[in-house]
């Protein structure tokens, strides 16, 4: 009987276990800078850079740039600051504000970051998100854009 019991409790436990709520990654393995790097296919000298930077007080920036890595000349598409915090797998954006330029004719380009201008006003967003390998990879999920669905994996620099 005592065997039963022991057996009973032992299963009772597992059960109240695999009942918990999955752990969530701790914030503290979000702080620095992530980046997605790739060859820029119109000017071999460049790569471009998306990247998030997070920051200990619950605040980022994120953008997109193109990096000479010859001359460490940066030059951006956009970048955005916010508030973040995270909640059941999703990173939460308050007071996201982007900042972009446009040319006279409605075309963005890469420009020096201080020449940027805030486009639009501060919206909350939402995406979804996972660390992998060993917290070295932030995996971000982008949207279906044109009906392909993708993420975008980012590299603890």
């Known amino acids: 009987m005592k065997y039963i019991h022991s057996i009973s409790l032992v299963v009772l436990i597992f059960l109240i276990q695999g009942c918990a709520d999955d752990p969530q990654p701790e914030t503290d393995n979000l702080f620095g800078r992530w980046e997605f790097i790739q060859a820029d296919p119109e000017d071999s000298s460049f790569l471009l850079v998306m990247y998030y930077e997070m920051k ?15 001359t460490d000349l940066e030059e951006y598409y956009f970048f955005a600051t916010s508030e973040y915090s995270t909640k059941n797998g999703f990173l939460e954006f308050n007071n ?23 486009d639009g006003q501060p919206i909350s967003r939402k995406i979804s998100y996972q660390l992998l390998e060993n917290n ?21 620099q």
């Not at 200990?56 to 010859?70: A, C, I, K, V, Y």
Request: proline share 5%.
């Open 56 to 70: 200990s007080d619950f605040t980022l920036e994120e953008g997109m740039l193109r990096r000479n890595p010859q």
């Open 96 to 118: 996201y504000t982007r900042f972009s330029n446009k040319n006279s004719s409605g075309y963005l380009e890469y420009i020096p970051k201080e020449q940027l201008l805030q």
């Open 136 to 156: 070295t990879v932030l995996s971000v999920y982008q949207g279906c854009p044109a009906d392909i669905c993708y993420d975008i994996d980012y590299v603890k």
